[in-house]
């Protein structure tokens, strides 16, 4: 898992899950971050970590046991995800936002990929679609009505699910097409597309987001 720092093995990890959950929840944190290096550095462990993940899910579909990685990387994300969706989107705020849509829309692509899949297992109690949205209707009305145009909170959420469900069956075929090796085309497919626009057009709407600039 050399994203992580070093090639740990998984159980180690696993073993690990409450120090990794509280780095995590750190990294969200930062993505706000006025430092725009520290901002991305933040934001390229958690995409690294998502993937990981992910990778984990798909490799253990029939049975992911108690203790394994990715039971912990399913307990960690269904924890997390409010507060790193939450601060993902205030990191879209502001004038430094423009330099962040990539890699945002990468987390969201990978977070939206782990929970599409997580429907596919009995773990979706924990960790599903409507895990997501909840996250996502958290974090849009959550940000004071300034921040937001008239109406925009409740046509956001929709069509950013509708992006964010084409974007992660993209990332899926991606990785099945390529067996799991090599590119997992991030943005690439029409889904994954859609979702870098509506990013992008989110970040520069909203340069003038009062207090950020």
């Known amino acids: 898992m050399t994203c992580l720092g070093c090639d740990i093995p998984q159980e180690v990890l696993a073993a690990s899950g409450a120090l990794l959950e509280v780095s995590f929840q750190k990294a ?7 430092h725009r290096g520290a901002a991305l550095a933040a934001m390229s462990y958690l995409s690294c970590f998502l993937e ?3 990778a984990s899910l798909l490799g253990s579909m029939t049975c992911i046991p ?3 990685f990715s039971a912990m990387a399913i307990q960690l994300i269904s924890h997390s995800g ?3 969706v939450s601060n993902v989107v205030y990191a879209l705020l502001g004038v430094s936002a423009m330099s962040r849509v990539h890699k945002c829309a990468t987390i969201l692509q990978l977070l939206a990929a782990i929970c599409s899949l997580s429907e596919r297992l009995t773990w979706k109690t924990i960790l599903g679609w ?4 909840g996250w996502l209707h958290s974090a849009v009305h959550v940000l004071p009505a300034e921040y937001l145009k008239q109406g925009e909170a409740e046509t956001l959420v929709p069509v950013w699910l509708k992006a964010l469900a084409g974007a992660a069956t993209d990332y899926l075929e991606s990785r099945s097409c390529n067996g799991g090796k090599g590119n997992y085309g991030y943005m690439q497919g029409k889904g994954g597309r859609v979702l870098k626009r509506l990013v992008r057009e989110f970040a520069d709407g909203h340069r003038n987001a009062p207090n950020l600039t």
Request: hydrophobic share 35%; with cysteine; glycine share 16%.
């Open 52 to 54: 990981e993940g992910l």
């Open 66 to 68: 108690e203790g394994s």
């Open 82 to 84: 409010e507060g790193l």
């Open 130 to 133: 409507e895990s997501l949205h």
């Open 28 to 34: 969200a944190i930062c993505c706000t971050a006025m």
